[in-house]
């Protein structure tokens, strides 16, 4: 809990200095300037917040509030702020998706555990079809790029693998009626 707290004071005193340097900045533009980071840090609060709902809930809960997010972006900036909150989710998600999968190819026990609390393999198998040049692009960037840059040890990837893991691992469909 201390954790949180530490985090929460950190937040409080990030946004208050930016709020003080807006305030008692001396010309205009440099108010302005704090201003925007101010913005752009309460911005960035929110999409990291939205991140972490998402991992926390999963991604079948959370299409009622994306129902809601994108409703709220196209009233305010018209459709293309519709297919900005879409593109972005889909980023966030596939991020989250992506790293959970590629730890469990590495025998993570926790990455296992996350799947087992929110998947059914054909819920699992959706979201993979969804996601899968995610998967492709968090490969290359966690294992080529190392390799070509630090002559790391490539470690070959073999999608199929996880399907046959996660078959093991999850169930066909809920148990639940």
């Known amino acids: 809990m201390s954790d949180m707290r530490s985090f929460g004071l950190i937040l409080a005193a990030i946004f208050g200095l930016l709020a003080l340097g807006a305030f008692f900045s001396p010309t205009y533009t440099e108010q302005m300037g704090y201003a ?22 999963g991604f079948h809960t959370f299409a009622l509030y994306l129902a809601v997010l994108i409703a709220l972006a196209v009233s305010a900036s018209g459709v293309y702020g519709g297919i900005l909150v879409i593109v972005l989710t889909y980023l966030s998600w596939g991020f989250v998706f992506a790293i959970q999968v590629l730890l469990v190819y590495h025998h993570a026990a926790t990455a ?7 998947y059914t393999y054909r819920a699992f198998y959706a979201e993979y079809r969804l996601f899968y040049p995610m998967l492709w692009l968090f490969y290359f960037l966690l294992d080529v790029v190392p390799h070509v840059l630090f002559r790391d040890r490539l470690i070959p990837f073999h999608p199929g693998e996880i399907l046959q893991q996660m078959k093991k691992i999850l169930p066909l469909q809920n148990s639940r009626k």
């Open 112 to 118: 296992v555990d996350w799947f087992r609390a929110r």
């Open 36 to 57: 925007e980071w101010f913005l752009f840090a309460g911005g960035m609060l929110f999409i990291a917040s939205t991140v972490v709902v998402v991992a926390a809930i």
